[in-house]
């Protein structure tokens, strides 16, 4: 089921028991709006296809865009730049996913620079306004998740040079 985070109805039971009585109240048919103003009646949509925000129900905009969550942000990523240098991390353009009552939406604009680098851990990413910003962030994330190997390499190197 789609969840808009600003729906009033915080489970599947919630929304499920709504939905099924709004859809069959032949007294006073219930619609669902859409973004462009116009309206649907409930009983023609899906469940999977509304959602029930500020007190109406609103269709859900389709989102046929990959979400990635980089430190509890959601990102749509676009290209990646032609940045190399010596940290081996690549650099992608980044979306900010939005939501409105009508669903998730992202920017005209790649406001955001997400820096990322494969691991034997799995892949770390993070994001910020400049190359310089996703960088220095994912250096931190890479230090304190391998801190343990850097300070073993370090101490290695330290007792062989004695």
């Given amino acids: 089921m ?31 709006y859409k973004a462009d103003g116009t309206t649907v009646p409930l009983k023609e949509l899906r469940i999977d296809n509304v959602e029930f ?19 509890k942000k959601d990102f749509v990523i676009g290209k990646k730049l032609p940045h190399v240098e010596r940290t081996l991390f690549d650099f992608y353009l980044a979306y900010l996913v939005c939501e409105n ?27 910020g306004k400049t190359i310089e910003d996703a960088r220095a962030y994912l250096g931190i994330k890479l230090y304190d998740e391998f801190q343990d190997v850097i300070h073993q390499s370090i101490n290695t190197q330290k007792q062989n040079t004695k």
């Fill in 2 to 32: 789609i969840n808009n985070s600003l729906s009033e109805f915080k489970t599947d039971g919630q929304k499920i028991a709504a939905y099924n009585r709004d859809k069959s109240n032949k007294r006073n048919p219930v619609v669902a």
């Fill in 53 to 71: 925000v500020g007190g109406l129900w609103r269709v859900q905009n389709e989102f046929p865009h990959k979400i990635e969550n980089v430190r």
């Fill in 101 to 127: 009552c009508y669903g998730k939406y992202i920017g005209k604009n790649a406001d955001y620079i997400v820096a990322k680098y494969p691991t034997v851990r799995g892949v770390y990413s993070a994001y």
